[in-house]
């Protein structure tokens, strides 16, 4: 009789090793955040550039200017929770410049000065905090 191999008996090759888990990334920043969507932001504020200065040049001696507004309390944000709201405007405050968003009085004095300033066309005034330097 030829021999036999001795029973396999429960015992089985050892499974292929796990792959090592996947580094968990943490939640991006605000900073990281505004970074990713710098091109967009771009993008918006070159139109608004380009929309105020071919009218201001067409129309001539129209004046046409604008005011430019980053992040403002005002009531379009009413609609979220209070403390929302709160912490919305404290995380955007933190990543300006200024340490601030912008009040609606703001952004009308800015709006004002440009309607007396009988000089200025095609001019885009800031009204934002900084974030366009941060």
Known sequence: MPPTKP???????????????????????????????????????????GLVRAPAVEPAPIRVSAVRAGTVGTALWYGFPEADRERLFAGIAGTLPLGRIAEPEEVAESSVHLLNQRSATGTVITVDGGILLA
């Open 7 to 49: 029973a396999n008996r429960g015992h089985h090759p050892p499974p292929p090793p796990a792959p090592p888990p996947t580094p968990r990334r943490p939640p991006p920043s605000a900073l990281s955040t505004r970074r990713r969507n710098a091109s967009a932001a771009a993008s918006i504020c070159g139109t608004i550039e």
